[in-house]
């Protein structure tokens, strides 16, 4: 129920949003190997400077690997220059359920937490911390999360630094 208020609390109007879909493969903990796919939500930020996007919103990523798979809901922050290299940065709050053999985790255990991650150009990192569920004689109670890998925008549409002018029809 608090996961759906926050989802809800998180997403702007839908004819407002505009959507950044990713994906990426990573190396780290708990999930070791794992494969990523998520969608950035947001607006752009109106300003002064020229020549580059900046937008805000919620993120939602799902991820699935070797050791674990995790569902991660928080907010982004992306800038896409014109010529030069894309940043885009996330705070996510995230429940990761582990399998047989995680790295550094409790195998077949849940834990929650806070992760937050920074990209730049395809470069992607992240750390976190976490906290296991359950009650649990062996593995970590409270697990340090960390990855390294890479993070690709699906599609190739950039959005324009500046938004068409609307017209009113008078």
């Given at each position: 129920m608090c996961?759906?208020?926050l989802v809800c609390g998180l997403f702007p109007g839908a004819a407002h949003a505009k959507?950044?879909?990713?994906?990426?493969v990573s190396f780290g903990t708990p999930e070791r190997t794992a494969a990523h796919l998520g969608v950035s939500f947001g607006?752009?930020?109106p300003g002064d400077a020229e020549g580059f996007a900046i937008?805000?919103?919620?993120?939602?990523?799902?991820s699935a690997g070797m050791g674990g798979g995790s569902l991660g809901v928080g907010r982004s922050l992306l800038i896409l220059p014109e010529d030069s290299i894309r940043v885009y940065a996330d705070v996510k709050a995230v429940a990761t359920r582990t399998w047989d053999?995680?790295?550094a985790a409790s195998p077949h255990a849940t834990y929650v937490g806070i992760e937050g991650g920074l990209s730049v150009a395809f470069v992607r990192l992240n750390v976190g911390v976490a906290k296991r569920v359950e009650q649990k004689t062996r593995g970590a109670n409270v697990l340090f999360t960390w990855g390294a890998g890479i993070q690709i925008r699906i599609g190739s549409r950039?959005?324009?630094a500046h938004p068409p002018e609307v017209n009113s029809g008078r």
């Open positions: 996961l759906g208020l959507a950044f879909p990713y994906w990426g607006r752009d930020i937008g805000t919103g919620p993120v939602v990523e799902v053999k995680p790295r950039r959005p324009s």
